[in-house]
């Protein structure tokens, strides 16, 4: 019981001093007021990483799009993942699991679909029972996008009526906007984008300054650690190695506190050798110690 009273007095005691001042921390055991606190200041880090997905998907009609529209449309589907962001940033208790709770996967589509994933089972061009071929489909269509043009030129000028004005040209003209996306998917497809956020802890080590927070793959997006099939996102910390200046030392063994100063070290975050992110964090593991001399009593 004593020894589990020891770890929480010495846990208190490490996020207290990094909270009140992150570059020095007490080391080892002093007697206070309230007792004997145990003292061992270590850094942890946390690593952002932000995975974007691009997916194309081809549609119906793509290869009657030279033919009929006179524009290329992407014949096949495609997907590609790259990292959007990455950041180091010093472990906070409780912000770290406030943003773990927002961790996951976003996807949102650039184009108006149906759905996120396919294309309407019945499409928008089918106003009959009778059977057409792929190519008269796409005929069909593509003379349906060119007749919603004419119809909003003649909503825009007024040759439609003088009757459609105000919030009801408004409508029109959204509706007719939206019908001929809908026509245009139909040909060019429509594009997918999907956002993964994934938070990775690091607690370094002294003398190891490479750390691999995951790895990385054009196909799949993030992957574990140990899926050897995709690229490093290394975690590099750079030490400084500058020493701490303005602290006066004991020149004997009575009168001092032991102090733990974190080195300003250069953290990276570096993917298939594309730097991700930089910045410059207070280690205490690549730190060094020192013996502050107290004050003298009067």
């Not at 943003?99 to 589509?109: L, M, Q, V, W």
């Not at 040209?169 to 997918?192: C, M, N, P, S, T």
């Not at 992110?277 to 004050?295: K, N, Y």
Request: overall charge neutral.
């Amino acid at each position: 019981m004593r020894f589990l009273s020891l770890a929480f007095a010495l846990l208190l005691c490490a996020a207290g001093a990094a909270a009140q001042n992150p570059y020095i921390a007490p080391l080892g055991a002093a007697e206070g007021s309230e007792g004997v606190v145990v003292s061992d200041p270590r850094t942890t880090l946390v690593v952002d990483v932000v995975a974007e997905c691009d997916r194309t998907v081809a549609g119906p009609y793509a290869r009657f799009a030279q033919k009929y529209l006179g524009v290329r449309a992407p014949m096949t589907d495609k997907t590609a993942w790259s990292i959007r962001s990455a950041s180091v940033e010093l472990f906070d208790p409780a912000g770290f699991y406030a943003s773990a709770a927002s961790e996951g996967s976003d996807r949102r589509t650039v184009a108006h679909a149906l759905s996120d994933d396919g294309f309407a089972r019945i499409q928008p061009d089918k106003v009959s029972m009778g059977v057409q071929s792929l190519e008269e489909a796409a005929r069909s269509a593509a003379n349906t996008i060119f007749s919603l043009r004419r119809h909003r030129i003649d909503l825009i000028t007024g040759e439609a009526g003088e009757n459609v004005f105000g919030e009801g040209l408004r409508a029109a003209l959204d509706e007719i906007a939206r019908l001929e996306q809908a026509y245009l998917e139909l040909f060019f497809g429509k594009q997918v984008i999907a956002t993964e956020r994934r938070r990775y802890v690091v607690c370094p080590q002294p003398g190891k300054t490479q750390y691999i927070v995951c790895r990385f793959s054009s196909v799949d997006g993030l992957l574990p650690e140990s899926d050897l099939s995709g690229d490093m996102v290394l975690l590099q910390i750079v030490p400084s190695g500058l020493l701490a200046t303005g602290l006066e030392e004991a020149a004997y063994r009575d009168n001092y506190v032991a102090c733990r100063i974190a080195d300003l070290s250069t953290c990276t975050v570096s993917c298939a050798g594309r730097e991700c992110a930089r910045v410059v964090l207070p280690v205490f593991q690549f730190g060094q110690t020192v013996r502050a001399a107290l004050p003298r009593r009067k």
